[in-house]
């Protein structure tokens, strides 16, 4: 049975050491994307620095990856951008999953994090009218 899941949550990326991190639902986005304030790509790794003055809870931390892809996303204005994308894990209602992400600037959002469709299907149905629903859960 899907779990339910409302507009927006609070999740942890414990991997990128990124914990209470607000997030949007939108099944609009095929991928997600997560904020990333600096992209290094070196010797084969890709250097990534999270840090925001606009979104709480992101501080400066950087993550080297070893496997990253880039692809092509369409964003919402119609335009095409070619990302870097990279696996990693994110928690909803006390449970670790696995999750694809790219990579992008997004001070300038309101949210430091999308969950595109990619993630939700096949585990989660989304209820417009609920909030939080897994930070909640995961408070009780």
């Known amino acids: 049975m899907k779990k339910i899941i409302g507009r927006v949550d609070i999740v942890d990326f414990p991997k990128l050491g990124l914990f209470n991190i607000d997030v949007k639902i939108d099944t609009g986005a095929y991928t997600s994307a997560i904020h990333c304030?600096?992209?290094?790509e070196e010797?084969?790794?890709?250097r990534c620095i999270f840090n925001s003055k606009t979104h709480k809870n992101?501080?400066?931390t950087e993550i080297i990856f070893e496997e990253f892809s880039r692809t092509d996303v369409k964003s919402s204005n119609g335009f095409k951008e070619n990302r870097y994308k990279v696996k990693s894990e994110v928690v909803f209602f006390g449970?670790?999953?696995k999750?694809?992400?790219t990579l992008s600037t997004r001070d300038d959002m309101r949210f430091p994090?999308?969950?595109g469709?990619?993630?939700l299907k096949q585990k989660f149905l989304v209820d417009v009218d609920q909030e939080n629903l897994s930070h909640l859960t995961s408070k009780a």
């Open 37 to 40: 304030s600096k992209i290094i």
């Open 43 to 46: 010797n084969n790794t890709l």
């Open 58 to 60: 992101f501080g400066k």
């Open 95 to 97: 449970k670790t999953y």
């Open 99 to 101: 999750i694809n992400l």
């Open 113 to 115: 994090v999308l969950i």
């Open 117 to 119: 469709r990619q993630f």
